[in-house]
């Protein structure tokens, strides 16, 4: 229920005209409603009654919430791609998993998590992982974003490994957009 309120509310949200420049919206949904077929179905239905808001919307699940059923997270990625929203995997390494499993889900982002960001500029480790993640994850038409940023040398150093955007307090705190 938490889940449909927070959807429900960013689309009202988006619908006033101030929100117009925003190019996107992130909203991170539970593992349990990203599991769930009618949470899915009600999705798709606001979804395809908003297609001008729908194509604005990510909407974000943990890696370690996702792989707790692929099945099911490849049923809400087709559901939220077809009706114009863009699908990303948040905190990807923190339980560090194979990279098997990334070919068969057609994701748009992958969010690094902020373990392996936090001093990316001074960890060589940090750094082999990341440009591995990265590399990966470009072979598969998936765009990578960092979280976590909060230096101007650590945002050096993920340009210099052609990471895609960056999340963190070296962009801004976190505000009310809307």
Request: net charge negative.
């Amino acid at each position: 229920e938490m889940d449909r309120l927070v959807v429900s509310e960013v689309i009202e949200r988006m619908k006033l005209d101030h929100t117009r420049d925003i190019p996107a919206i992130a909203i991170n949904l539970s593992p349990e409603s990203a599991h769930d077929a009618a949470f899915s179905d009600w999705l798709y239905g606001e979804l395809k009654k908003n297609p001008d808001i729908a194509s604005k919307l990510i909407f974000e699940v943990t890696e370690y919430g996702a792989t707790k059923n692929l099945d099911s997270i490849r049923s809400l990625i087709d559901t939220v791609s077809l009706a114009g929203a863009k699908f990303s995997l948040d905190h990807f390494g923190r339980g560090f998993r194979s990279f098997g499993y990334l070919s068969s889900l057609k994701i748009h982002y992958l969010k690094v998590d902020g373990s392996y960001i936090h001093g990316i500029d001074q960890d060589k480790d940090d750094q082999f992982f990341v440009d591995a993640v990265i590399k990966i994850a470009h072979g598969l038409d998936i765009e990578v974003i960092a979280e976590s940023v909060e230096t101007r040398e650590e945002w050096k150093m993920l340009q210099e490994l052609n990471v895609y955007g960056l999340q963190g307090y070296l962009v801004g705190e976190p505000a009310d957009l809307l």
